[in-house]
Structures are given as structure tokens and as C-alpha cells.
């Protein structure tokens, strides 16, 4: 167990306070809450499907279960491929035209090896559809009903994403990207094939309304490493021939085809992960090319998922000031009328094709995630999953700066019972991203540990998040660690001048992004007492070099590396770095693509030459994203430990 010192003071000043858990017990508390691979609602409204996030024998969140319940609040019943009672992995429920049918992803029969199962959806056993070998997901009906789609990697045992552990390089090293192309299974004899070119790396699709055709975000070439050059295509269902009618300034996520066929709505703006999407609504005119126009210019929220309803209108969930909220788009008009709005996240959103029934895993600060259906604003819990979820964390306050002439949002976490009389440590968590958010959602790992222990934890939005329109989430291009770092610094200031917070004993971490903010603030300015860097770049000009996934520079560096080497150069921390005195822990995955390790020994090899405290630690074939339990469990552990080594009382 580590102690907190802080709270050990508060102790001995008051008798009748408790000594803080155990770090052990805390994790293992927060282990105990599930997450939720998805959520569906039937066109009609009326039942609503999801997929609870079950452990394996090893802790990962590979298995799960899928619930079906009856609107507006009937009881969840299960719904598998499964005769032997065991758990699998089974997620993605998809509701048929009709509302009739469920299809859904099971490896009951194979396991390891996901297949496209069909039930009733008033209940009934499930039938098998395919027999196909690789990777399977993004189940979309036909508007026939008579059709299954889905994303597919034939004959692939590698997880897609650059998140996941990388394969290790052996031999002579080539780029020979696996392709995911679009399949079709039909939904009486299981018949299936592949429909798009075999080069062509899709990443999201929707079916036209006739059945013909194809939406698709797609790249020529890996689809780890060009997501942000990715356009919009159409692909013939038939013969699978396909053609750009759009190439976006910006990344575009989410196509979708309006109810009558003639346009393609999309998010398009800065990007920096795919699948983590953030945006403005824009619609492209299927007759293509030419026509795209933004339906939502000086919007400021960031659209993070679309859904078209029967009557043409087109609604949209996205982040919105630190929260998230629901909207809907009059195309012809582009008039926007808000339907709610909230301090919470919103995810797995859907909606009916009729009426006003919405899904969405709700969850925020206070609650944990759960599923809810029903008009905005007035859902229902359909799921208890998480009745039983301990909160180790106090007040969490929306704070509101100014910095350089722009507005800042950010969240302050209390921790539990705090004492006003005393002043307390602070560690900021920065998000990753760039492109991202610090939502008003349940915490996890240290920014709920953290609190725990004793320790405020600051949770800035500064330029370059989601929430605040396009312009915000764009105005560090060219920038990284200038405005963003300045909009930080400033929100401390907010943090101290609202809360009992002792100024001198400040600390800083994040993962991947945040890492890098960790590593660059550190070199910037000697306000942090101890830093702990996950995942971060120390030179932007080696990582150019050593990442899987470098297109995602251009568009915030403006140029590759060869062409303009000054525009990273400022924003290295390498290049600072005798400046750095503050004590920095610095944390890697061994098989990251996406931040290769070298950068996490270039920051500590320079801070163990020049004297100060430091220490690497890499996590054995674990990726961009840790995964183990027992992994997450020791970084929460080290990095709690070394806030107490640095931020206790009296330094």
C-alpha cells in the first residue's frame, strides 16, 4: 500500500478522519465496473439491444454479453449464439429493417473466431450466417433486409488499429498492410463476399437507401497509417468497382446517406486519432464530385456521431463544453435546435427512424456507465451493470478561464471529504489527442486513484480539444506546446484561486499526448514538482521517422519532417532539455506503433545524463494502449508513488 502523506497530516490534525484505501483496493474496485462494447435501437423504437464489456481468463474486456429489452423500460433479457451457457465474445447487435431480426458478431462456434449470428428479435434461438476466416465488424442491414454487411480482413489474426500491440519486425522490413475491405452475406443462405477493391482500406461505410451502393471513408494503402488522407468513395454493389466524389481538407468520419439517397452526410475536421471523432457536419452530394458544404459553420461543439431519421432530419451527438449533448440539422435550412445538453458523455449513441426514441451508455462524474433509451432528455436506465460502483472522488467543478483572449474549459476533481483548512497537492492530467477531450465521465485508473490519495486532479480542455467548435480544436496547428501549454498554465491558476491547493506542490502526467505535454512542459517551466510522462515524444523529428502512423502530422505541422525540420524542432522537447529539473517517470508500451519506444528513451537517457531524477519503465508486448490488468495496476502504483515522493507536505 502507499500512504498518503497528506491525508496522514489531516489525520493526525483530526482524529475522527479516516486514513485513505489502499491503492489496491481502489483498483480493484474500478476494475469491478464494466464498460459497454455498443448499444442498438430497432428503426421502429420499440427494443433496444446492447453489449456489456465481460474479462477473460486474463482480465482483458474481450468477451461480452448482449441484453435486449422492450421500450420504454422493460427488463433486459440476454441474447447468444452460445448452447453451452459459457460466456464468449459476443457484441455489435444490429436491428433488421423491419425490427424482426437481430444480427450480431458471436465466437461461440470457433472461439477466437467472430461470425455473423441472426435471432428474432422477440426472442428465439440464433442461427450461424457465415463461415469466414479473419476479422469482422461494423454489421450493417441491407435496406432490403435481405443483406448483411460488414467490415471484413480476410484471413487476419491482427487486431486493426494502431492502439494494439504491434507485431514485432523480423528480416527484411516491408509495409505489407492488410486491407479491409467491405463484405456481403446474405442473410438466407449465408452466401458471402468480398464487395470493394482489395486495395482499398475501408474504414466506415453505409448502405444507400436502394441497396446499390456504398458510402465509404476509405485510403489506398495502410489503413493504420492514412486515415487522415482517407476520402469519400462510392462503391458499387455489385461489381465493387469504386470512385471519389470527395477529398476533404480534413479527416472525415461517420458517412451516412440520407433517407432519400441524394447526399452524404459526414464529420470533417482536425482529427488526430481515427475513431476518436470530433467535427463539423457536412453533406456531400452523392452525384459527387464537388458540392461538399458545412451545415454547421461556427458550431461550437464538435459533432462525434451522425444518425439520418425517416423525415429527412439529422441528428448528432457530440462533445459540447466539457460534456456532451444531442442536436438535430435541418439540411435545407441549416437550422440547429439543440435537445439536450449535459455534464456527461454520451456514447454508442443511436436513434429510431421514427418517433423519438434514443439510446446512448450514459454516463458522468457521478454515475457510472449505464444504458438509457427514450426522447432526449427523458431516458430511462435500461442497465444495472454498475449498481454497485464505489465513487473515490469528491466534488467534480466545471472551471472557466481565460487565456490569450480564448475561453478555457476544464474539470476540477475534489478529493472525497477534503478539509478547506488545509492545502492540498494537485496533479494535472492532460489529455491525449491531440485531438480530444476531458469529458464529465466515470473516472478511471489515476485520475480517480489520485483523488483517493488526497491529491486534486486538474483536467484542462486547452486548445486543440473537442467541445468548443473547429476553430479551437484547430488552433494549435503549428503550435503544439505554445497556446496549449499557456491555456494550462493559466487554468492552474483558475484551479488555485477556486480551491484549497498549495501551488508548490504541483504535478503532471498524461499518456500519449498528454505524455508529450508531460515531457514538453517539463522543459518549459519549473511550476510541476514531479511529472509522469505515458506513451510521450521527445523529439518530434525522430518520431517522424520511427512511428507507424506519420500522416497524422501533416495537417497539424503543415509539411513531412524533410521539408520543414524548424516547424518540429520548436516543439521537441529534446531540444530544451537541459532546462528540465523537474523529477519525470517516464511509462511505455514495448510494442507501440503508434509512440515507438526510442522516444521514452531519448526523454529518460537525457534526464539520467544531466542528474535529474528519473526512471523507465517499459511494459512487456503491450501497444500504444496498456491493456494487462496487472500492467495498469503497477502504473497506477509507480505513479502514485511518485507524486508522494515528490509532492508530501513540506517540500
Known sequence: MVSSALLLTALLASPNASAPP???????????????????????????????????AAGLERRGAIRVA????????????????????????????????????????????LQVWIAPAAGGPARRLTHVKGQLQELRWSPSGAALAFLFVEGSAQETGALVAHARDSGPVEEKPEVQRIAVADAASGRTRSVSPPDLFVYDYDWSPDGRTFAAEAVFGSGTNNYWVAELYLVDAGSGTARSIWKPPLQIACPRFSPDGRAIAVIHGIMSDEGSNGGDVWEVPASGPGGARNLTPGMRWSAASLVWRSAGELLFAGHADGGYGVASIDPATGRLTTRFTGAEKLGRFGAARTGEAMVAVRESFQDPPEVWAGPAGAWKKLSSVNARAKRFWGEAKSLHWQSAGASVQGWLLYPPGYDPSLRYPMVVVVHGGPSGASTASWPSRWTSVLPSQGYFVFLPNPRGSFGFGEAFAAANVKDFGGGDLADILSGIDAALASAPIDGGRLGITGWSYGGYMTMWAVTQTD?????????????????????????????????????????YAKSSPIEFIKRVKTPTLVLHGERDSEVPTPQGYEFWHALKTLGVPTQLVIYADEGHAIRKPENQLDIVRRSTAWFERYLRPGR
Open 527 to 567: 511550476r510541476f514538482a514531479a511529472g509522469v510522462a505515458g506513451a510521450g515524444i521527445a523529439s518530434w523529428q525522430s518520431y517522424y521517422g520511427q512511428n507507424k502512423i506519420d500522416t497524422w502530422m501533416l495537417p497539424f505541422f503543415g509539411a513531412s519532417v524533410y521539408n520543414d525540420p524548424k516547424v
Open 70 to 113: 422492450e421500450l420504454p423500460s422493460g427488463p433486459p433479457r440476454p441474447l447468444s449464439a452460445a448452447a453451452d451457457g459459457k460466456p464468449h465474445r459476443e457484441k455489435e447487435p444490429v436491428f433488421s429493417p423491419d425490427g424482426r431480426s437481430i444480427a450480431f458478431l458471436s465466437d461461440a462456434a470457433t472461439p477466437g473466431q
Open 22 to 56: 489502499s491503492i489496491d483496493s481502489v483498483f480493484a474496485s474500478l476494475q469491478k465496473v464494466r464498460g459497454f462494447h455498443d448499444a442498438a435501437i430497432s428503426p421502429d423504437g420499440l427494443r433496444v439491444a446492447w453489449s456489456e464489456k465481460l474479462a477473460d
